[in-house]
């Protein structure tokens, strides 16, 4: 999973789920913060103009709805790979062969002990696309990675939209200040298990949906986002939508397309159909697989509408991602859990 991580960075989420900024917390000029704190480890500034597009753990940033040129800070763990050797190993699992520009070059980046810069191009689909990741090193021995990518097509002639941004994304680096990580502390919350032996592991006031699991699978939540996971790797994830006004089956296609960038053989098996999600207005579903080196996933995908009102409804989507060999065992609990959710 962790090899994976540089390419999800890559294709950035554009949802906002928090902004926050803290007392005593200097914000350079013209910039604001859509990470401060010790639950993250960092504090993460961008321009003001700028769209704030965190997800769970990910603090990140977006020019416009025009202008979709991103970037994005995360903690990581490299495992088995060395410093460095992360970016460049974490991308091999890419179908595309990135071109480097830049490799393994140090850079300063705000109170970081170190850092090393990589920049490459990477064909998303038909389209050139330019990518900065940098891997920092914190003074407690943390590491992080730092992800700016943009479009590498002219945004006005000589000039592309990656180029039109880097004195910002300069500023932004110079700025990140990191610090020891700390667990937040919340009131711990007991929850039930109904009369099916499903657990709720989140509710409306967690996560904006509440949600149950059998008891062979587990729960992490992190912010809004709830994964479970059984013990043959199967997978279940609840999430608020990660892009606003657009239709479902426009959200469904562009996901397939970021899946083709990363995996192979992205197919089809069930194309987009109506479907009942707990109390939604409505639903979607649809099945299609991918192949990550030589294992296939299956994935039965739900896209909701529900919760807020007439005018503000939010999206939601429900993934189930499993081996292709164990993909049937857990149908019916999937239904289960599809039929008890609540927005």
């Not at 070059?105 to 389209?127: D, H, I, Q, W």
């Not at 080196?293 to 009102?309: F, L, M, W």
Request: charged fraction near 20%.
């Amino acid at each position: 999973m962790k090899k994976l991580l540089s390419l999800l960075l890559v294709l950035v989420l554009c949802v906002s789920l928090f902004a926050c900024k803290e007392d005593g917390e200097e914000t350079p000029e013209g910039m604001k913060a859509v990470a401060v704190g010790t639950s993250l480890g960092f504090t993460f500034y961008v321009p003001e103009a700028w769209v704030d597009s965190s997800y769970g753990k990910i603090a990140s940033a977006y020019v416009s709805a025009l202008d979709t040129s991103s970037v994005s800070l995360v903690r990581v763990n490299l495992g088995d790979l060395t410093f460095e050797n992360y970016v460049k190993e974490s991308l091999t699992a890419s179908k595309n062969v990135p071109t480097y520009l830049e490799e393994g070059k140090a850079v300063n980046v705000g109170n970081a002990k170190r850092a090393l810069s990589y920049v490459y191009t990477y064909n998303y689909g038909e389209f050139p696309y330019q990518f900065m990741q940098v891997l920092c090193e914190a003074t407690d021995g943390a590491y992080y990675l730092f992800t700016y990518g943009a479009s590498a097509q002219d945004k006005t002639e000589g000039t592309t939209f990656y180029q039109s941004h880097l004195e910002e994304v300069t500023s932004m680096l110079a700025s990140v200040k990191f610090g020891d990580k700390t667990d937040v502390v919340t009131e711990e919350v007991v929850y039930g298990v109904d009369a099916d032996g499903y657990k709720l592991v989140s509710d409306e006031k967690t996560s904006g949906f509440a949600f149950y699991i059998p008891e062979t699978f587990t729960a992490e939540l992190s912010l809004g986002i709830v994964l479970a996971t059984a013990d043959d790797n199967a997978t279940v994830t609840v999430a608020e939508a990660t892009s606003t006004g657009v239709a479902v089956r426009e959200y469904y296609e562009n996901r397939l397309k970021e899946l083709a960038v990363i995996y192979s053989d992205v197919t089809e098996i069930t194309e987009l159909t109506e479907c009942t999600l707990g109390n939604s207005s409505e639903a979607c579903y649809a099945e299609y697989s991918y192949k990550d080196g030589g294992k296939t996933y299956r994935v039965y995908q739900v896209i909701a509408v529900g919760g807020g009102n007439l005018f503000s409804k939010k999206g939601y989507v429900m993934t189930y991602t499993a081996p292709e060999d164990v993909y049937e065992e857990h149908l019916d609990e999937l239904a289960k859990m599809m039929e008890k959710i609540r927005f």
